[in-house]
């Protein structure tokens, strides 16, 4: 386990561990749920705007290591 020293980030991973995968027609993951995103955030008081796009790039590229590794 990743441990921050900074106590914000180690917030923000179990946050994101938590927030539901998004997946395509196909079944594959391709990243985590907007709007879950929005409501994990809101509900542990980050600032919705400036982590929703940290999240999101932090889902695609886990979905994309994913994919790679399942091929």
Do not use: C
Not at 32 to 61: C, H, M, S
């Amino acid at each position: 386990m990743v441990v921050f020293d900074n106590e914000i980030y180690n917030l923000a991973s179990r946050i994101f561990l938590q927030i539901p995968w998004e997946y395509g027609g196909m079944g594959g993951i391709v990243g985590k749920r907007y709007d879950a995103i929005k409501d994990f955030l809101e509900w542990n008081n980050f600032e919705v705007k400036e982590w929703t796009p940290i999240f999101l790039q932090g889902g695609l590229i886990w979905a994309t290591h994913i994919e790679k590794e399942g091929k």
